[in-house]
């Protein structure tokens, strides 16, 4: 059982300090346990996720499957999120002088478009990262859900699993409870 705060990022929620006292670092996502102690990043708490939960099959068996999906997890986490869509979302974070913006924006893109690139290849003839859904999915979902929102065309493969990960019961849930019921059209 959870429960489950929404952290609305440009309010600046995250930066708040009932948030910070919370997660220090001000990043979303953050888990605290039980126990009273907090995870944070995305894919701590993704791995943390499967292998507490090793029935819900969201980390492969295998070593070549496991080392797929950690390279893809972080491509999307590291790369496209951090270094491509910041510099969209966050620009004046890469750039203080607005009159850089709109080139650290351009780069942005790029970085996102050359990454969906490569992450197109990865998804040739799968319907998932590996041989069913699983954290690198989870991952991919929502970069791909960012670039959907502001208009960056997918590559055929990552658009494929996007609307692959649209049908799922879970994803559905959550993109309504957060506002997001045009997504599911």
């Known amino acids: 059982m959870f429960e489950a705060h929404i952290v609305n990022l440009l309010a600046g929620d995250a930066n708040s300090q009932e948030y910070r006292a919370i997660n220090p670092k001000g990043t979303v996502p953050a888990l605290m346990l039980d126990d009273g102690s907090v995870l944070t990043e995305f894919s701590a708490i993704a791995w943390w996720l499967g292998r507490s939960y090793p029935k819900r099959g969201l ?20 790369t496209l999120h ?25 780069q942005g893109r790029v970085i996102v478009e050359q990454g969906f690139a490569l992450a197109d290849k990865e998804l040739a003839g799968r319907d998932w990262v590996v041989e069913r859904f699983g954290v690198a999915d989870a991952a991919l979902f929502y970069v791909e859900f960012w670039a959907e929102r502001i208009g960056i065309p997918l590559p055929p493969n990552c658009a494929a699993h996007y609307r692959r990960m649209l049908t799922r019961p879970a994803v559905r849930q959550v993109l309504a409870e957060e506002g997001y019921a045009s997504a599911l059209r």
Do not use: W, Y
Not at 82 to 106: L, N, W, Y
């Open 59 to 78: 980390l492969p068996e295998s070593v070549a499957d496991e080392v797929r999906v950690l390279g893809l997890l972080n491509h999307a986490v590291n």
């Open 82 to 106: 951090m270094q491509g869509f910041a510099r969209i979302f966050t620009t004046e974070r890469f750039a203080p002088s607005r009159c850089d913006h709109e080139s650290v924006k351009a």
